[in-house]
């Protein structure tokens, strides 16, 4: 079990059991992917292209993360600040709703959580996990790294995109022996 804390300071609990895992299976993915027609990931069995999907596509892990969570939706509220400073709270009771408790910070900590729980709930899949998150972790860092350079030097758009997919490309490469 992780938890992550939100932007209002509201703790989340990621706990992946069979029963969590058979609602993500019975989740409709489609909507987050764009998709027209629907769209199910299947856990079972475990495949490593649905771990690299997870790494690789925030809508795939946003939408594992939600239903992990929809059942501490009871009490869970998001905050809007109005032109004249007043701040309202609203009750979570969507998705999008959700995507409001989320800053930069929040998401990757979440993401993370998320990532830790996974080799819990697929201990022969451990070795592989640890290692796509360790990569993740080091892709992260590199565009950090990276994008803080690019801002130092004023490179263009173009050339940042270049730079975070060097970086993502390195932090993903094989690992030598």
Known sequence: MKTFQDKFGQTWVIDLDLFKARQIEAYDFGPALKLEEEHFISFFPPQED???????????CFGMIW???QDQLPHRTYEVKDEKGSVTSYPIQSELDFTRCFDGEVIS?????????????????KITLNNL???????????????????????SDQELEKEI????EEALAPEAD
């Open 50 to 60: 649905l771990f690299n999907s997870l790494i690789t596509d925030p809508a795939v």
């Open 67 to 69: 239903v992990l969570v």
């Open 165 to 168: 997919d060097r970086a993502i």
């Open 109 to 125: 900590k979440a993401r993370l959580a998320f990532y830790e729980e996974l080799p819990d709930f697929f201990p022969q899949m």
């Open 133 to 155: 998150i360790s990569r993740y972790s080091r892709a992260e860092e590199l565009i950090d790294e990276r994008t803080s350079k690019a801002v130092t030097k004023k490179m």
